[in-house]
């Protein structure tokens, strides 16, 4: 399976702070936001990756992250020319994902959670069909709502409706079979102009393939979209980290977790930043590492 973050957009939701900067470049906490959505695909196992951004923005990105090779990666990126709805990205990013399975994740999503890297593999291993997420809120007419059966399947879809028929919000990571790009062609842009991703899990509900994975209490699904946002997520982040002195979506350390690389590397490609605490965090987990296999 292959994975899409969609880094593009204006952010304006986010104004003054994005006119001239990508949202997911602003600091959530201590990394760069877009961290977060490349160690959620990370954690599903995911090793080829497309991000997908504005003309303006997309040299920066390969700038920070290069070929991923780093990570045991392999990144491509592809420019959105302007915001034409997320399922696009799937048009946009045909030729990388090249009749494979692929995850979209959108950049602004935040995930964490016990578990959440075994539930992440679980549907990286779909055979057919669709899985999305649902995420209990307590304003469910703010969100997209889920409605499911009692085998799992999506028997409702629906945009922030008035009169919600479940308090199960879907955040913005969807797995996909290999029709997700001949689906995403046959759409009519909807009245805002935009190929809108609901129209393609819609599809999948009606094939009776969209199925639910549902993230119970001890999961955080935040929405980075906004001012508040933003500052709930990076306190959120930052309360995990200093309780637990264990860093949330360190892309180095989950690189080594899944055993893209041996850490032998990784120091040099983060030695701008020695003199902070990242690097240093890093450092330890590179070297507790050498301890456990003296050969490396």
């Not at 990013?93 to 679980?122: C, M, P, R, T």
């Not at 879907?170 to 759409?187: C, H, R, S, W």
């Not at 997520?233 to 360190?250: E, H, P």
């Amino acid at each position: 399976m292959k994975g899409i973050i969609l880094a593009g957009g204006r952010g304006s939701r986010l104004y003054p702070l994005t006119p001239s900067l990508s949202k997911q470049l602003l600091p959530v906490y201590d990394k760069p936001m877009i961290y977060y959505p490349l160690s959620t695909l990370m954690l599903a196992g995911i090793k080829e990756i497309l991000i997908i951004s504005t003309p303006e923005h997309i040299d920066i990105y390969k700038k920070m992250l290069g070929d991923g090779d780093w990570l045991g990666l392999s990144l491509q990126y592809k420019v959105q020319d302007k915001p034409r709805g997320l399922a696009d990205a799937f048009i946009v990013g045909e030729e990388f994902i090249d009749g494979d399975k692929v995850a979209l994740i959108l950049g602004d999503n935040v995930f964490y959670g016990h578990g959440f890297s075994q539930v992440l593999q679980e549907s990286a291993k779909m055979e057919e069909g669709a899985i999305v997420f649902g995420y209990y809120v307590q304003n469910p007419s703010e969100f997209g709502v889920v409605e499911v059966d009692d085998e799992g399947y999506v028997i409702s879809l629906e945009e922030k409706p008035k009169e919600p028929k479940s308090s199960f919000a879907v955040p913005g990571l969807y797995f996909y079979d290999e029709d997700v790009v001949n689906i995403a062609k046959t759409l009519t842009p909807s009245a805002r102009g935009e190929i809108e991703i609901t129209d393609v899990n819609l599809e999948y509900m009606r094939r009776k393939q969209l199925r639910v994975s549902m993230l119970g209490r001890g999961f955080a699904w935040l929405d980075t979209g906004t001012c508040d946002g933003l500052n709930e997520a990076s306190n959120f982040v930052r309360t995990i980290q200093k309780r637990q002195g264990l860093y949330v979506a360190c892309i180095e350390e989950i690189a080594m977790t899944m055993g893209f690389i041996d850490g032998s590397g990784v120091l040099d490609a983060i030695s701008e930043g020695k003199s902070t605490d990242y690097y240093h965090y890093v450092k330890n987990i590179v070297e507790r590492a050498h301890e456990r296999k003296p050969g490396l």
